[in-house]
Nanobody, 124 residues
Framework: QVQLVESGGGLVQAGGSLRLSCTASGRIYSSYAMGWFRQAPGKEREFVAAISWSSGSTRHADSVKGRFTISRDNAKNTVYLQMNSLKPDDTAAYYC?????????????????WGQGTQVTVSS
């Protein structure tokens, strides 16, 4: 059983930075993938970034590529999302998720474990 808790959200001005953290209270196996997703008002949940726990291989959505970076600290069972050059369109609830496969999939339905989310608001 995996439990995920996000932190680091808040209010920031456009062009600013935030770092989100997702800590697992249960064991994250080497075959797991970890992902970040977001959901803005009136929109469907969308993929942001994902990482393979074992290899460190990453994927980033085109909308955030070059601005956001996903990383992990295996010893701390923690995944991070460094967000730079934030835009008002980045405003959303951000969720971390875990999947049993090692491939950093972009599909929300393939992630059975989810955190409660952390709100990111970017002002213009």
């Amino acid at each position: 059983q995996v439990q995920l808790v996000e932190s680091g959200g808040g209010l920031v001005q456009a062009g600013g930075s935030l770092r989100l953290s997702c800590t697992a209270s249960g064991r994250i196996y080497s075959s797991y993938a970890m992902g970040w997703f977001r959901q803005a008002p009136g929109k469907e949940r969308e993929f942001v970034a994902a990482i393979s726990w074992s290899s460190g291989s990453t994927r980033h959505a085109d909308s955030v590529k070059g601005r956001f970076t996903i990383s992990r600290d295996n010893a701390k069972n923690t995944v991070y999302l460094q967000m730079n050059s934030l835009k008002p369109d980045d405003t959303a609830a951000y969720y971390c998720a875990a999947a049993s496969g090692s491939y950093p999939t972009t599909t929300p339905a393939l992630y059975p474990y989810w955190g409660q989310g952390t709100q990111v608001t970017v002002s213009s």
